[in-house]
Nanobody, 114 residues
Framework: QVQVVESGGGLVQPGGSLRLSCAAS????????MRWYRQAPGKERELVAD???????EYVDSVKGRFTISGDFAKNTVYLQMNRLKPEDTAVYYC????????WGQGTQVTVSS
């Protein structure tokens, strides 16, 4: 059975850092892309960053230079290092795994507030 388990969310002050982790298991097909999405209250879910098995990465403009996505495809793990956090980064962050099918984590809350 596929499981996607996230950790690392929490409350942090503006300018602070958090590192989100996502551990996936139970896959029978190879993972091609790992992604982080976020959804702020009252807003649409947006793609924050992704990484492909080939190592390419992409970021939404609002986090470029502050967030770094990394992954270990052999271990089915993906991370999101978030630095210089801003209040507008407050959202539920979701891990997304693409194998041909898609799988979602449960979401982890990130709150940036003083």
């Amino acid at each position: 059975q596929v499981q996607v388990v996230e950790s690392g969310g929490g409350l942090v002050q503006p300018g602070g850092s958090l590192r989100l982790s996502c551990a996936a298991s139970g896959f029978t097909l190879s993972i091609y892309v790992m992604r982080w999405y976020r959804q702020a209250p009252g807003k649409e879910r947006e793609l924050v960053a992704d990484i492909t098995v080939g190592g390419s990465t992409e970021y939404v403009d609002s986090v470029k230079g502050r967030f770094t996505i990394s992954g270990d495809f052999a271990k089915n793990t993906v991370y999101l290092q978030m630095n210089r956090l801003k209040p507008e980064d407050t959202a539920v962050y979701y891990c997304n795994i693409f194998t041909g099918d898609t799988y979602w984590g449960q979401g982890t809350q990130v709150t940036v507030s003083s």
